[in-house]
């Protein structure tokens, strides 16, 4: 089967949606050049300037412009540069993208991709790193969906251009050069909304998303041996939540880790935790454990912040010290 | 300079506070006619006078003159003279719906009735509007039926909006108005996004939007103008400085620094100030822009000058803030009566006719108004389906929305019951 990269899956995406539907339109900073990694490349030469438009430096007003043109009948697909930069474009967001289908009494549909780059790689400190998920699944009308792997990032794109609600299409920059196997050209829309089980397991689950995945099945792979089966949840989707098959999964395995870059407080483990513990209380084995970044700015210096990103090491640790603590498992 | 002298800032204030008495005797106001009207192909910087001067075209003999002056059929200034009338005895019902407990919130346009008005008349069929709270004459001029926006500001059983919208935050597809917001400015970036999705699918139409001279402190005012200058987008960007944001008059918002209208001529876009209480002026003012738009030459700055006769809104006293006479003293007079006045004096129109269009036109208001109230005020009679809340939240119901709407036995035919932990 074909490779590809995370980013590579992505802008096929695109091609593939773009050359599909004349009305999807793309409006960003820089989009024409491709963007600062790379993601657009291409496309401004496929499909014009006046269907990939470069923008000047401003959020608010790209969001504004996409529902502007969401609302006469296009697909707009902006992007925001940084999921930091998202701050700039909120109101408009918030307020206006994820209200106005519910506001007009359904009158008007608002059909929007908005394309964002989060995570910690590269030293970028603290606007330029950060892993905000949680503001956006908190809003009504929004949904979110963050891919950890080239094939659902095609899929997910497909169905975020094609989806008539506004999607947040959340993309980990730390993976971008990741690769996997491909989808192939023409492949399918990933359902939004519905988690992937990567690794069937009877003792604990693991629920993620997008870098996390990797080290989740990475953690799952060595813990294995050692008479600990854990089965390894992709949530892909963070609004709306697979509720379905992760309070199935936890019924199963009777104990659950959320693992996410973001920070702990109010983050989507808080809100994965709540809804388990209702479905599945008496299922459970043992305590809900979380594991996140530290409540603090993202620092830009290595030396400081390899304690904001989990990865296999703290997973391992986190499962291990939950089955010694309870005296269960391997 | 003195050494010594410690930084100071300076705090806008009106001129005259409540107590005193109004004077306008500071504003510069040029004659109707006096103002030149350039080609439509004008750059920013080749017109940039009149982004200071103020286009008019009733004289103080109800005669329009002058270069903005266009030969317009008698039939057509009634059509606008009885839209902006029905407009202003719309807002008298509303307002008094809510003093009676019938709604929690209204805003009257009384005084600006011309901006929405004669600019509704300027625009096309297909053309969008995205207004702000005082365009209601919009909607009206377009003969959209008052009785649905009485039902919007009753949140009643046929409320298009489904009681989810605050009191006049109309929103029409059909009328292509655009809904309201209540976070100020930001229908003006859409416009201009709407404008460009417009020429991307090579369409025809053309977009306008309406801001207050308090929001244009907002983000959205500048967004739009720097967008809309860079693509030439085609879209009609509207100030309307009635004087007043709430209970802050306009230099709050830096209008005495320089006009509203000036503020284009730095982002390149050509822009007009205009008697705003002048039908005839806004009107050939919007036109010019309009076709400036449709030539593809890019988007117009209207700033019109006018003044916000009543309240905010049901909420705020203006004897609180500004003199009791200072309504009386607008020296552009009021809108409707200039209009009156100029009909009157082309033989189109008779004070009698004009008192029997009154008559008739309350008489509408009150008979539709018994109409709307039968279907439901805010407490009383049909209310919107409390099940319906969960509907629209996204295109398709999600499944956690269907729990809710279960959990809190809100399902067709179920008993409701308060949400979790109230």
Known sequence: ?330 | MDRDQVLQLHIPEPKHRPGELADFSHLRLPLAGEIRRPPIAASAYEIRDLAYELIRVLDDEDRAVGPWAQPLEPAFLLRGLRAMMLTRAYDERMFRAQRQGKTSFYMKCTGEEAVAVAQACAFECGDMFFPTYRQQGLLIARDWPILDMMCQVYSNSADRLKGRQMPVFYSSREAGFFSISGNLGTQFSQAVGWAMASAYRHDRHIASAWIGDGATAEPDFHYALTLAAVYHAPVVLNVVNNQWAISCYQGMAGGDESTFASRGIGYGVPALRVDGNDFLAVYAATRWAAERARSNLGPTLIEHFTYRAAAHSTSDDPGRYRPQDESAKWPLGDPIERLKRHLVAIGAWSDAQHAALVAELDETVRETGRRAEALGTLNAGPLPDPASMFEDVYKEMQPHLKRQRREAGLEPGGTPRPAEGA
């Open chain 1, 1 to 330: 089967m074909a490779e590809q990269s995370l980013l590579e899956a992505i802008r096929e995406g695109l091609h593939e949606e773009m050359a599909r539907d004349p009305a999807v339109y793309m409006l960003g900073e820089d989009v024409a050049l491709g963007g600062p990694f790379g993601v657009t490349a291409g496309l401004a030469e496929a499909f014009g300037t006046q269907r990939v438009v470069n923008t000047p430096i401003s959020e608010g007003a790209v969001m504004g412009l996409a529902i502007g043109a969401a609302a006469v009948g296009l697909r707009p697909v902006i992007e925001i540069m940084f999921i930091d930069f998202i701050t700039l474009a909120m109101d408009q967001l918030v307020n206006h993208a994820a209200k106005l289908h519910y506001m007009s009494g359904g009158q008007l549909k608002i059909p929007l991709t908005v394309r964002v780059q989060c995570g910690i790689s590269g030293n970028m400190g603290a606007q330029h790193s950060q892993s905000l998920e949680a503001w956006l699944a908190h809003v009504p009308g929004l949904k979110v969906v963050t891919p950890s792997c080239p094939a659902d990032a095609k899929g997910l794109i497909k169905a975020a251009i094609r989806d008539d609600n506004p999607v947040v299409f959340i993309e980990h920059r730390g993976l971008y050069w990741a690769r996997g196997e491909a989808a192939g050209a023409g492949a399918a829309v990933t359902p939004i909304g519905e988690a992937a089980v990567l690794r069937e397991g009877e003792h604990i689950t693991i629920a993620t998303f997008g870098r996390q995945v990797a080290a989740a099945l990475e953690a799952a792979a060595e813990l294995a041996p050692q008479g600990i089966s854990a089965e390894v949840i992709d949530l892909r989707s963070l609004q709306p939540l697979d509720m379905d098959t992760l309070v199935e999964s936890v019924r199963k395995t009777g104990r659950l880790l959320v693992v996410h870059e973001a920070v702990s407080e109010g983050g989507i483990g808080a809100e994965i935790a709540m809804r388990v513990q209702q479905a599945a209380f008496y299922d459970l084995d043992g305590p809900i454990l979380r594991l996140a970044a530290p409540f603090s700015p993202i620092p830009a210096s290595s030396a400081l912040d390899r304690f904001f990103v989990p990865g296999k090491a703290e997973i391992l640790r986190a499962v291990r010290g939950a089955f010694r603590r309870q005296g269960a498992g391997g």
